[in-house]
């Protein structure tokens, strides 16, 4: 199992851009969440879902988007980046609806410019 | 609102010598309080889940337990590989909102 896996692993964006953050887990969970961490905040949620089409935001959702289309894939959308939005951002996913146990991805750092 | 706080914000310890990190926490209906470990440049690694007061988890030098304020963290005889920031958070009985509260953080050093 690869577990979950992010993409892209570092970028950089100017302020105004738009990406996506990509984000995939092998494990069939169904829970899955994104996260931001901030040096001196600790890790704060942005979006959870607890199944395919269904999702919710978290503490600091503002200025992004998600959707789930399927188990297995949870992406993050920027859509206008600014430099309040540098950040490393991890996905993770739990076999709990509650999202309790949760498995974090490898992390994407983002710098907006 | 919930609120997690862990101390000391960090440890530096030789190589054997075993000692304790903290988090203490405010939350109204403790479902489930968590420790994770998180190595530089990586994402958190899952240890050990505790659901009441007086539950007590082990994994090779880590102990974890919990009473109805705070949570220990054990490190017996730790070795330097032990190294790396140890992150707690707690999860509430609050309605729908399936939210967990994380803590900054305290990172461990030791020393050969």
């Known amino acids: 199992n690869a577990g979950v896996t992010q993409t892209p692993k570092f970028q950089v964006l100017k302020t105004g851009q738009s990406m996506t953050l990509q984000c995939a887990q092998d494990?069939?969970?169904?829970?899955m969440s994104w996260y931001r961490q901030d040096p001196g905040m600790g890790l704060r949620l942005i979006h959870y879902?607890?199944?395919?089409?269904?999702?919710d935001q978290g503490e600091v959702p503002n200025g992004y988007n998600v959707s789930r289309s399927t188990t297995e894939d949870f992406p993050l959308r920027l859509l206008s980046a600014a430099p309040s939005q540098t950040s490393v951002y991890f996905c993770?996913?739990?076999?709990?609806?509650?999202?309790?146990?949760?498995?974090f991805g490898p992390g994407t750092r983002l710098t907006v410019t | 609102e919930d609120q997690v706080t862990q101390s000391p914000e960090a440890l530096r310890l030789q190589e054997g010598e075993s000692s304790s990190l903290n988090c203490s926490y405010t939350v109204s209906g403790l479902r489930g309080l968590f420790w994770y470990r998180q190595d530089p440049g990586k994402g958190p690694e899952f240890l050990f889940t505790?659901?009441?007061a007086g539950e007590e988890k082990e994994k090779e030098r880590l102990k974890a337990t919990l009473t109805k304020k705070e949570s220990f963290l054990h490190i017996t005889a730790p070795k330097p590989e032990d190294s790396a920031t140890y992150l707690c958070a707690v999860q509430a009985n609050s309605g729908g909102y399936q939210k967990v509260t994380f803590g900054i953080g305290t990172k461990l050093q030791v020393i050969p």
């Open positions: 494990m069939n969970h169904e829970y």
């Open positions: 993770a996913s739990s076999y709990l609806r509650t999202g309790g146990e949760q498995y």
């Open positions: 879902s607890v199944g395919a089409g269904i999702t």
């Open positions: 505790l659901y009441s």
